[in-house]
């Protein structure tokens, strides 16, 4: 059974920072690319970062300069490392698998991570 799980979240204050891992099961992991994203109460869900098959990344501009995404094939494993956090930053945190050429498409149920004093 295909499965992503994220972990890592939690409270932080702000100005601080927070791993995101999300771990995948199943041997699709390496052939996709993984997306980061996030949904805040009331909002629509948003890309936050995503990093593809050759390790080119990219982020959205809320986040740039402070979030680095990376991932780790081996442990069939993506982060998201999360700096300088502010409120604005508090949402569930989701991860998503995506191959387009073999129709893969997978998500996590995702991690809530609040960001407050």
């Known amino acids: 059974q295909v499965q992503l799980v994220e972990s890592g979240g939690g409270w932080v204050p702000p100005g601080g920072s927070r791993r995101l891992s999300c771990v995948a099961s199943?041997?699709?992991?390496?052939?996709?690319?993984i997306e980061w994203y996030r949904q805040a109460p009331g909002n629509q869900r948003e890309l936050v970062a995503l990093?593809?098959?050759?390790?080119?990344?990219f982020y959205e501009d809320p986040v740039k300069g402070r979030f680095t995404i990376s991932r780790d094939d081996a442990k069939n494993t993506a982060y998201l490392q999360m700096n300088s956090l502010k409120p604005e930053d508090t949402a569930v945190y989701l991860c998503?698998?995506?191959?387009?050429?073999?129709?893969?498409?997978?998500w996590g149920q995702g991690t809530q991570v609040t960001v407050s004093s």
């Open positions: 990093i593809t098959v050759s390790n080119i990344t």
């Open positions: 199943g041997n699709f992991f390496s052939r996709c690319t």
């Open positions: 998503n698998a995506k191959n387009r050429v073999e129709g893969l498409d997978y």
